[in-house]
């Protein structure tokens, strides 16, 4: 299912104009990055997706929807979305009863939810946690529980807002774990992040956002290879893709693999 946006703005009821015309398609399966600095539109762009938002002009197309014409409830069979503060999202007093309300919401049979919450607690390392107060769990830990209520309904698209941004090695480490599980189940994962090394390691496709506009977009060593661009948006490469250019190598690296066939070029 292809997410297909034509020249997108939005204005917020103040008056702010967060997004200035902005097409994009994202294909069935991609995997694709979003950075940018604070301010830049990435939140507003992805809350376009599942209709939380309504384009001012424009128009954001999942599969065959188009997101004006489709309620909130009904974009969420498509379209899962992580907020990037799981406070806004949870809001029951047990893992397990947070987890299951996504899949029993969009009418899945007892059976078939049941299956789904099973899946995305084992995903999220939370299957022991089923009969916690998610407000008895770290922040951590609450995250995972924002990732498994989405997961739970088993969509074919889904969006993390920033997943990594006050988390933990170890945690980190999980969320690329159901990331890579996402990608390999051929789901499309948009991903919004200021961690670049994350960014770096997980996504072949990365979009730079500045200004309520697509600054850059294509393939991860292409995108962060422009160094002097992507710093008009405060973001810097990763380490060892600047090394890797200090030390004069010829093509882009992003991990340690490339970094090192390069030197041995
Ligand atoms: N609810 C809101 N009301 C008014 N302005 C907002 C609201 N949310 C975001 N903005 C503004 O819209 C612009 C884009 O914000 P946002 O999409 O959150 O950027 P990002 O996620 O890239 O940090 C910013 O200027 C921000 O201040
Ligand atoms: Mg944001």
Known sequence: MNIEIQNLTFSYPTGVQALRGLSLTINSGGQVAIVGQNGAGKTTLVK??????????????????????HSVAKMARRVGYVFQNPDEQLFSKNVGVEVAFGPKNLGM?????????????????LSDKTETNPYDLSATWRKMVALASVIAMDTDIVIFDEPTTGQDAANIARIANVIKVLRERGKTVITITHDIDFCAENFERVIAMSQGRILLDGNANDVLGQEDILATTYVDPPQLTRLGKRLGLQKTVRNEEEFLAGLNK
């Not at 007892?110 to 995305?120: I, M, N």
């Open 48 to 69: 376009h997706f599942n209709g939380l938002l309504q384009p001012t002009s424009g128009s954001v197309k999942i599969g065959d929807w188009d997101t004006r014409e």
């Open 109 to 125: 049979s007892a059976q078939q939810a049941e299956g789904q919450v099973k899946d995305a607690l084992a995903m999220t390392e």
